[in-house]
C-alpha cells in the first residue's frame, strides 16, 4: 500500500478522532470538578498527615496529631511521634478493666483523647523512628490479627473460674510479638532519653491545660459529665457539657488564638466522604426524604444545609443516628464560594486516594450536629465559660 496514502488516512483518522478525545478529557474534567470551592482563612501549624491504615486508633492519631501540634505552638521544633508507642500501653489497661468487670465491658480497639493523655503520663512518648513497630512483614499497620489473638485470650481467661496472674503475661508476650517490646531508653538528636524524660524534658507539655469538652442537654450544663459513649471505656467523668453555642465557639476561638482542636464525632453520613469529595455537609433535605429523581441530580453547587439546634443534636445522639465513629484533628478555618464556614481538618487516612491530600472540610452545620466532644487548651475558653466552668 502506497505509504502516502497510509499516511493521509492516518492524519484523517487523528482529526476525526480528536474532538471526542477532548470531549472526554472535558467531560473528566466535569466529573473531577467539586461544587465547593474552599478559602482557608486561618490554620495552625500542624505535622503532616499519616495513615492508621488497618487499625481502630484514630483516638491515638488524633491526639498525637494535636500534641504534635501543641509543640510547634511552644515554639518547638517539629518532632514524629509513636502513636503505637502509645497503643502498645493502652490495650493493656483496657484488658484489664475488660477481666475485672467479667467480661461485660469494652474491649475494642477504638479510644479517647484523654486515653493518650493518661499513657504517656504513666509510660512517655518516644519518637517514631524509635518505635514504628513494623515488624510484621506488612508496609502499613494492620491489627486485625494480633486483635484476634488478645481477644483469644481475655476470652479464654474471663470463662475461668479462678484466674491465675499468667493470662496477662500471655497478653503482654502478643503484644510484644506483633508490636515489639517498647524501648527503655534511646537517643534523640544526640541525647539519650527514656520515654518518660523525653514526654517531661523534651516535649514539657502540661497535660492540666488540656480539657475535654461535650454538648448534650441531657446532662447539667457547665458541669463535669461522664461522656456516655463504648469508647470511654475508663468512664471518664471529666468532660465539661456546655451547650453548643458555646462549643462552637470555643472551636473557632481556638483556631484564631493559634491553637488547634481534637474532634471527635460521626463519620457515618452519606454526605462525610474524604475519599470521594473531601466535605462534609448535612444537606436541608436528606437523602430519605428525597426522590428517586432527585436522588439522581448531580451536585453542581454548594447545597443549603440544615440550621443545627441543640434539640436536633440531642435527638440524633439519642436515637443513634450520631455515634461516636472517629477522631481527627481540627487544624483551621475555611468558607466556601458562598461564604459558608468550614473547618479544615487533618485525617488520619493517609494521602493515597484521599480528596485533598487526607484533610476533610467539615461544614459548620456538620460540626454543630456531629461532634461528640472535643479536647482543647484551656486558655482558648472565653472567661465567661471559663467562670460557669469553675476553670481558672
Same mark, same amino acid.
Given at each position: 500500500m502506497n505509504r502516502n496514502f497510509i499516511n493521509s488516512f492516518l492524519i484523517l483518522l487523528i482529526i #476525526? #478522532?480528536?474532538?471526542?478525545s477532548l470531549f472526554s478529557q472535558e467531560e473528566k474534567k466535569d466529573e473531577d470538578k467539586s461544587p465547593y470551592q474552599f478559602t482557608i482563612d486561618k490554620q495552625v501549624p500542624h505535622t503532616p498527615v499519616k495513615n492508621q491504615a488497618r487499625t481502630g486508633t484514630c483516638w491515638c492519631f488524633s491526639t498525637i496529631s494535636f500534641l504534635e501540634s501543641e509543640l510547634l505552638r511552644m515554639g518547638e521544633e517539629e518532632v514524629d511521634l509513636s502513636e503505637m508507642?502509645?497503643?502498645?500501653? /493502652?490495650?493493656?489497661?483496657?484488658?484489664?478493666?475488660?477481666?475485672? #468487670?467479667?467480661?461485660?465491658?469494652m474491649f475494642g480497639q477504638g479510644g479517647q483523647a484523654h486515653d493518650v493523655i493518661d499513657q504517656i503520663k504513666r509510660y512517655g512518648v518516644v519518637p517514631e523512628e524509635v518505635y514504628t513497630v513494623m515488624n510484621i512483614d506488612e508496609k502499613k499497620h494492620n491489627h486485625g490479627e494480633i486483635f484476634s489473638m488478645l481477644n483469644a485470650v481475655l476470652d479464654a481467661a474471663k470463662k475461668r473460674k479462678?484466674?491465675?496472674?499468667?493470662?496477662?503475661?500471655?497478653?503482654?508476650?502478643?503484644? &510484644?510479638?506483633? #508490636?515489639?517490646?517498647?524501648?527503655?531508653?534511646?537517643?534523640?538528636n544526640g541525647k539519650k532519653y527514656t520515654p518518660k524524660s523525653f514526654a517531661e524534658k523534651y516535649c514539657g507539655w502540661n497535660f492540666d491545660d488540656y480539657i475535654e469538652l461535650t454538648s448534650y442537654s441531657h446532662q447539667p450544663y457547665y458541669e463535669k459529665v461522664r461522656l456516655q459513649?463504648? &469508647?470511654?471505656?475508663?468512664?471518664?467523668?471529666?468532660?465539661?457539657?456546655?451547650?453548643?453555642?458555646?462549643?462552637?465557639?470555643?472551636? &473557632?476561638?481556638?483556631?484564631k488564638k493559634g491553637h488547634s482542636v481534637v474532634w471527635d464525632g460521626d463519620v457515618s453520613e452519606r454526605d462525610f466522604s474524604s475519599r470521594k469529595t473531601g466535605?462534609?455537609?448535612?444537606?436541608?433535605?436528606?437523602?430519605?426524604?428525597? /426522590?428517586e429523581a432527585e436522588k439522581k441530580e448531580k451536585i453542581t453547587e454548594p447545597?443549603?444545609?440544615?440550621?443545627? /439546634?441543640?434539640?436536633?443534636?440531642?435527638?440524633?445522639?439519642?436515637?443513634?443516628?450520631?455515634?461516636?465513629?472517629?477522631?481527627m484533628h481540627i487544624v483551621g478555618l475555611a468558607h466556601d464560594q458562598e461564604g459558608t464556614k468550614f473547618y479544615f481538618t487533618k485525617n488520619s487516612g493517609g494521602i493515597v486516594d484521599r480528596k485533598n491530600n487526607g484533610y476533610i472540610y467539615m461544614s459548620q452545620s456538620y460540626v454543630r450536629l456531629k461532634t461528640i466532644a472535643i479536647m482543647v487548651h484551656k486558655d482558648v475558653v472565653a472567661k465567661r465559660i471559663k467562670k460557669k466552668l469553675g476553670l481558672k
Open positions: #476525526l #478522532l480528536l474532538p471526542f508507642f502509645v497503643v502498645r500501653f /493502652t490495650y493493656p489497661h483496657k484488658a484489664e478493666n475488660y477481666i475485672r #468487670l467479667h467480661g461485660d465491658a479462678k484466674l491465675t496472674p499468667k493470662w496477662n503475661e500471655a497478653f503482654n508476650a502478643i503484644l &510484644d510479638t506483633y #508490636l515489639g517490646k517498647p524501648p527503655v531508653d534511646f537517643k534523640y459513649v463504648p &469508647d470511654n471505656w475508663t468512664f471518664n467523668s471529666d468532660y465539661y457539657n456546655i451547650p453548643i453555642n458555646d462549643l462552637e465557639k470555643i472551636i &473557632d476561638n481556638a483556631i466535605y462534609a455537609v448535612v444537606p436541608e433535605k436528606g437523602w430519605e426524604d428525597k /426522590t447545597v443549603k444545609e440544615k440550621k443545627i /439546634t441543640q434539640e436536633m443534636r440531642q435527638k440524633t445522639y439519642n436515637n443513634y443516628l450520631t455515634t461516636d465513629d472517629h477522631l
